[in-house]
């Protein structure tokens, strides 16, 4: 069964738009320079900077009583409060799994955030298994939490899985040169952005997700469509006897992605 895996954060989930309008709303409460924002989007790094880093700051340059826990508590309840699936995204996954693809998320960060942005989007019962770089205690581009999804998605990592498989992320070190060193092939979502890697490349480039979808798709190697669409995401893996791990391993790399 061909497998097709995804990042979370800027890949099915527009990310960095929600910790725009979070950051938005933190001025607004905290009557605080709405021109402060390009500030809030560049110390945040797109999520790859530790929160703690970014809400350190955030304290430092306004003098906030509150500790860095309540603001991380605040910004938790906050990015989630306006983080969505896009329509079409989800129509892009019903369309490969119509066609007869297996689908997963491979997303580094920490477990109970992760968790919730998949389980508050509806994305849990579109697919067929996740992994979670904190509670995996594996970060991408650790080729071994690409064979950690596959599994978890109900396909033994042997064999030719890796043939059969596709990566679409947006994060060059992170999503790209994972597939690469997984012998995985992908599909890398640019936003705009030009290519800046030199030592690895993806198979395909595309704007956007349901773009990336309708590519992997066209491929020569696609399966063929089948009838009905198979139950996924909690149901197979309660059947399949396929834990969640939703406890935080608290000494595990995350990934900083959040």
Not at 53 to 70: I, P
Not at 126 to 131: A, E, L, P, S, T
Not at 199 to 225: D, F, I, W
């Amino acid at each position: 069964m061909p497998l097709l895996l995804f990042d979370l954060d800027n890949t099915l989930l527009p990310r960095d738009a929600a910790f725009r309008a979070w950051a938005q709303d933190f001025l607004s409460e905290h009557d605080l320079p709405p021109g402060d924002l390009d500030w809030f989007v560049t110390l945040d790094g797109g999520g790859y900077v530790p929160r703690s880093t970014v809400l350190s700051a955030v304290r430092r340059r306004y003098g906030l009583d509150g500790s860095t826990e309540f603001l991380l508590a605040h910004y938790r309840r906050g990015i989630n409060s306006h983080i969505h699936c896009p329509p079409r995204h989800m129509e892009a996954l019903r369309a490969a799994r119509a066609a007869g693809w297996t689908l997963g998320i491979v997303s580094n960060g920490g477990t109970r955030p992760q968790l919730e942005k998949i389980r508050r989007t509806g994305l849990g019962p579109m697919v067929d298994g996740w992994v979670i770089s904190e509670e995996a205690d594996c970060v991408k581009p650790d080729p071994l939490i690409f064979e950690i999804a596959a599994q978890r998605c109900g396909i033994a990592p042997t064999g030719e899985w890796a043939a059969h498989t596709w990566m679409v992320g947006d994060h060059a070190p992170a999503d790209i040169a994972g597939a690469e060193l997984a012998g995985l092939r992908s599909v890398w979502l640019h936003h705009g952005r030009p290519w800046a890697e030199s030592g690895y490349r993806p198979t395909l480039k595309a704007a956007g997700l349901p773009e990336a979808v309708g590519q992997v798709l066209a491929a020569r190697n696609a399966p063929s469509p089948r009838p009905g669409i198979r139950a996924g995401g909690w149901g197979r893996r309660q059947a399949a006897g396929v834990p969640v791990r939703e406890s935080a391993l608290l000494s595990a790399r995350s990934g900083a992605r959040g």
